[in-house]
């Protein structure tokens, strides 16, 4: 089930806030030697030096995992880091090796525990909810284009990458002022804000974050078996529910790709059918892009599916082009960029302009 590898930390690659990726030449296993590039988490295992012996999970590598085709740094063996201190007894990714508590703003040493503690509404937050994580920055460029002065917080679902510090986007997001913060919830950690589940991450991103707009969406990585109901962004089904039980206003972002060869992710995803088609129970609003020619005439079609439970808004997408362009992080979904899969890009962006309506 794990692949394990001892290895010497090279060279530092780069890093970025959470995470550093390493070159590691590798010394023992079952498997040749050779080097590697390896991602460590330093709040978790400590901060990995050139000359430090690492202990490796390899399994993602060997793989060949396009969103996580890294070796993870286990353990720091020789230069284990300082016992955490202060408060904080969630513990997230539970009974694995590498379980870590962390302090929940629901939990009763939380300075948020008692705003929290009785908090029953988002007070009508639009909410826009999506299947890929690679849709938070488009659904970003479609907000800002509208509504530059919003707030607007990351609500991390763990069906994908459970660490937030994984996405690159998300520190760059940050950095430049786009995300207010970043909430994890479900077995995800590693956000500004912790959370138990979907329902009191969103109320940490109205009420301890301030935001007029969350976006929730799974962690970067996400697992799809090809059949109807084995796939994790059944979850963004169940977020609509949890936005409207709390008396937001939901956003269904619709996953559209020209771009993809496979017949049942053309068009409008099964993905989007099946989690707003079938796991939705609350209505939701559905922005449809108004996208040219015959390829904008089938997504029409196949949204129109969705109108028996939620609420279809046509949004025109012009002008979203040049805010995609815009975008102050690379944009990517399953490794094709904007210009090769621009229907997918703008159908985000499309909700993020809706979302930026709700506002005025």
Known sequence: M???????????????????????AVSEGTGPPGSCRALAYPPLVG????????????????????????????????????DPDGPGHLVKARYTPLQATVLGADEQDSPFHEALREADSVDG?????????????????????????????YVMLDGGALPAWFSMACARLREVGWLAGVVTVGQAF?????????????????????????????????????????FSGVSAGEAVNAAAVLL?????????????????????????????GRVALSRARVPVPLLPGEFGERVRDQAELLAVRHELVPVPVDGLH??????????????RGLEEDLAYFLASAAAGRDAAWLLS
């Open 2 to 24: 794990i692949r394990w590898r001892k290895g010497e930390v090279v060279r530092i690659r780069r890093e970025w806030p959470g995470a550093m990726e390493l070159e590691v």
């Open 47 to 82: 901060r990995p030096e050139p000359g430090d012996e690492v202990l490796l999970n390899t399994t993602a590598l060997a793989m060949g995992l396009g969103t996580g085709g890294y070796a993870m740094v286990v353990a720091v063996p020789n230069r284990l880091p300082e």
């Open 125 to 153: 937050m639009p909410v826009v909810v999506a299947d890929l994580h690679s849709a938070l920055p488009p659904i970003l460029c479609g907000l800002y284009d509208s509504a530059p002065d919003a707030r607007v917080a």
């Open 190 to 230: 590693g956000g500004d804000v912790e959370a138990v589940t979907t329902h009191t991450g969103l109320l940490a991103a109205r009420h301890v974050l301030e935001a007029d707009v969350a976006i929730v969406a799974q962690g970067p990585g996400n697992l799809g078996t090809g059949t109807r109901w084995g």
């Open 248 to 276: 937001g206003r939901p956003v269904a972002a619709l996953r559209v790709s020209e771009g993809d060869l496979r017949e049942r992710h053309l068009g409008v995803s099964h993905h989007s059918l099946t989690a707003y």
């Open 322 to 335: 040049e805010a995609l362009r815009a975008s102050p992080v690379r944009l990517s979904t399953m490794g």
